[in-house]
């Protein structure tokens, strides 16, 4: 029989209650594609609750796709699960879900795991990276080279909602070196920035078109990015390097039909935002704005809170 409670005393309806417990149990496996769910009258006289509830539960369980229910016979899971992507609640649900089950699996109590739970919800260490940077489109590229090379969550906002305390809580922020005295000013008092060191001309990139000039100087090459600067930065790095700006195809991303005439250009340099949204047939030069060193500060710093504490 399916594993149920119900808290008459929490704040959730006991409705919300079942319909998320169904679910769960559904998406943890725990109820089978085909398995008959207790009835309407089973749930009233286990839970004491009014009968209604758990039609009504029941009813919007189907409509969204996670049962269905036979005339004469009950109420069944579905054999699909419904398409629709899961809300953040019920996703957080079941990682918890998963959590609680892998830990019966190990032999933990229930008061086991409550008081750990509980014990590393008091820790409150920092869960995510938080990048402070008023420029969108610079935020934008950012924010995509740190998602990339790091495992803790990354967000990003400007200086106006910096010191907001519901974004602060549980962050790391982060800065660029233009904006770290300013953003400083505006944190409380105590409250750890990091900030990114940037290098204003990618080795990657120059190190190619040391081996690429001057032998193909006249070959098409395009530019493309959301940023202003970056397409003003990477046109200025060619033209030193011996294009002619004849030669170059620059591309503002934020505008409809940026793609147009890229996939013939011999090779494209892109920021780490754009690189994968160019049009097949590309061949991009990425040229990344944080320094290698930034990034394995910001990885040593992830490995120290995500280590275990010992008591």
Same mark, same amino acid.
């Given at each position: 029989?399916?594993?149920?409670?119900?808290?008459?005393?929490?704040?959730?309806? %006991? @409705?919300?209650? !079942?319909?998320?417990?169904?679910?769960?149990?559904? /998406?943890?496996? +725990?109820?089978? *594609?085909?398995? =008959?769910?207790?009835?309407?009258?089973?749930?009233?006289?286990?839970?004491?609750?009014?009968?209604?509830?758990?039609?009504?539960?029941?009813?919007?369980?189907?409509?969204?796709?996670?049962?269905?229910?036979?005339?004469?016979?009950?109420?069944?899971?579905?054999?699909?699960?419904?398409?629709?992507?899961?809300?953040?609640?019920?996703?957080?649900?079941?990682?918890?879900?998963?959590?609680?089950?892998?830990?019966?699996?190990?032999?933990?109590?229930?008061?086991?795991?409550?008081?750990? %739970? @509980?014990?590393? !919800?008091?820790?409150?260490?920092?869960?995510?990276? /938080?990048?402070? +940077?008023?420029? *969108?489109?610079? =935020?934008?590229?950012?924010?995509?080279?740190?998602?990339?090379?790091?495992?803790?969550?990354?967000?990003?906002?400007?200086?106006?909602?910096?010191?907001?305390?519901?974004?602060?809580?549980?962050?790391?922020?982060?800065?660029?070196?233009?904006?770290?005295?300013?953003?400083?000013?505006?944190?409380?008092?105590?409250?750890?920035?990091?900030?990114?060191?940037?290098?204003?001309?990618?080795?990657?990139?120059?190190?190619?078109?040391?081996?690429?000039?001057?032998?193909?100087?006249?070959? %098409?090459?395009?530019?493309?990015?959301?940023?202003?600067?970056?397409?003003?930065?990477?046109?200025?790095?060619?033209?030193?390097?011996?294009?002619?700006?004849?030669?170059?195809?620059?591309?503002?991303?934020?505008?409809?039909?940026?793609?147009?005439?890229?996939?013939?250009?011999?090779?494209?340099?892109?920021?780490?935002?754009?690189?994968?949204?160019?049009?097949?047939?590309?061949?991009?030069?990425?040229?990344?704005?944080?320094?290698?060193?930034?990034?394995?500060?910001?990885?040593?710093?992830?490995?120290?809170?995500?280590?275990?504490?010992?008591?």
């Amino acid at each position: 029989m399916m594993r149920l409670w119900l808290n008459r005393t929490a704040e959730v309806s %006991l @409705r919300e209650q !079942l319909i998320t417990q169904v679910v769960l149990g559904i /998406l943890s496996k +725990e109820l089978a *594609p085909g398995q =008959r769910l207790p009835s309407t009258r089973d749930l009233s006289r286990r839970f004491g609750i009014h009968a209604n509830t758990a039609s009504v539960a029941y009813k919007q369980l189907e409509d969204e796709g996670w049962v269905e229910m036979r005339h004469g016979s009950g109420v069944f899971v579905r054999s699909t699960r419904p398409e629709a992507p899961l809300t953040p609640e019920i996703a957080i649900d079941q990682m918890i879900g998963d959590l609680a089950a892998r830990a019966r699996k190990l032999g933990a109590s229930e008061a086991l795991i409550k008081s750990r %739970l @509980r014990r590393w !919800l008091a820790l409150e260490p920092p869960a995510r990276w /938080l990048l402070i +940077e008023p420029d *969108p489109e610079l =935020r934008r590229i950012v924010l995509c080279e740190m998602e990339q090379a790091l495992s803790l969550p990354v967000l990003g906002c400007g200086l106006d909602e910096c010191a907001t305390p519901t974004i602060l809580d549980g962050s790391m922020p982060t800065v660029l070196p233009s904006k770290a005295a300013q953003v400083r000013k505006l944190l409380p008092a105590g409250k750890e920035l990091a900030t990114l060191q940037i290098h204003p001309v990618s080795p990657e990139l120059q190190s190619y078109l040391q081996r690429y000039m001057p032998a193909h100087s006249s070959d %098409l090459i395009g530019i493309a990015s959301r940023w202003s600067d970056f397409q003003r930065i990477a046109q200025t790095m060619l033209v030193a390097a011996g294009f002619s700006t004849e030669c170059l195809l620059v591309r503002d991303a934020a505008k409809p039909g940026w793609k147009r005439g890229l996939n013939t250009a011999r090779a494209v340099v892109c920021d780490a935002a754009i690189e994968h949204d160019l049009p097949e047939g590309s061949h991009p030069i990425v040229f990344r704005l944080l320094r290698d060193t930034a990034i394995a500060e910001l990885r040593k710093r992830e490995e120290v809170l995500m280590t275990s504490p010992t008591e």
